[in-house]
C-alpha cells in the first residue's frame, strides 16, 4: 500500500519503430517473465518532424498493443500517451474497450493533448492553442466515459467534439482508467476533477516538482468532491544503471530501489515505468533487481515504524 493505497506497478515506456515490432513483441513476452507488471507505448505523429534525426517510421499503437496483449497472459497494456488530435474520441473509445476486451480486462487509456504540433498538422490534425487543448480533452474524456457506460444513444454538443445520437459500447471489461500525461497546472487540475491517473516523465517533471503537482490535483480532486486517493500517480523514470552514484537513478540498482520507494513514501507514486529503454539487460534488471527492492525494501520499514 502507498499514501493513496494503489498497489505498486513496473512497467516500461517504449517508442517503437515499424522495424523493432516483432522484437518489442518478444521483449514484452520476457518482461512478463521476469515479473513485471506493465508495458506501454508512446503514440507520436507519424510524419517526419522538421529538425528530427530519426527519420523512421513508427509501428501503429493500437495493432503492437494488441499484439502483445495476445502474447501475454498477466501483463497489463496501456498507451503513454495517445495523440488526442489523431484520434478521434469516439475511436479510442471504442478501440480500448475492444482491446480491454481482447485482453481479459488489461488495458489502461493514456491520453494526452497532443505536441509536435507541426506533424500533427502536417497529418491533417488541428494545430490547438494550450487552453484549446484543454477544452478538447475534457471534452474527449466525458465523449469516451459515455460510450463506455450503457444506455440510450449518446448525444453531445461541444466547442471541439459533437455526437448524434450515437450508440454506446462496446463496453471494457473492468472499470477502465484514463491516465493523463500532464505538466501544468491548468491539466493537473483538469486530473482532479475527472481523471483517473497522472502520467508524468522524469526528464519533463523532476522529482522535486512532483509535490507540488500532487498539490494541486488533490485540491482539484477534493473541490469537485473527489477523494485525492481516486488518482493513481504514475512516473516515467529515466535512467542508467552504473557502479557510481551520481543523480536521479545514476547507479547501481539499490541505488534505483531507495530512490523510486522514497518517491512512493512521501509522493504515493504507485506506478513505476522505464522510461524508454527497450534494451533487455536493462529491462531484466529493472524487473528483477530493482522492483522487488522497492516492494519490499528499507524504505518500505520507515512507513510500519510509529512515527
Known sequence: MTAYGHELLFGTMWDVVADDA??????????EEWGLDLVTLTDHPYSVIQGHPDRRPRIDVVPLL???AMRTHRLRVATNVATLPLRPPPMLARWAASLDRLSGGR???GLGTGAMWDAIAAEGGPRRTPGESVEALTEAIAVIRALWTPGPLVTRTGKHYCLDGVLPGPFPLHKMEIWLGAYQPRMQRLIGRGADGWLPSSPYLPPA???QGNKIIDQAAVEAGRLPSAIRRLYNVAGTFGN???GFLQGPPRLWAD???ELALTQGVSTFLLYLIDDADTVRRFAEEVAPAVRFGRWWQRKLSPV
Open 259 to 261: 530512490q523510486l520507494g
Open 66 to 68: 494488441t499484439a502483445i
Open 209 to 211: 516538482a512532483y509535490a
Open 107 to 109: 488495458f489502461e487509456l
Open 22 to 31: 516483432v522484437r518489442i513483441v518478444d521483449l514484452a513476452v520476457r518482461a
Open 244 to 246: 557510481r552514484e551520481e
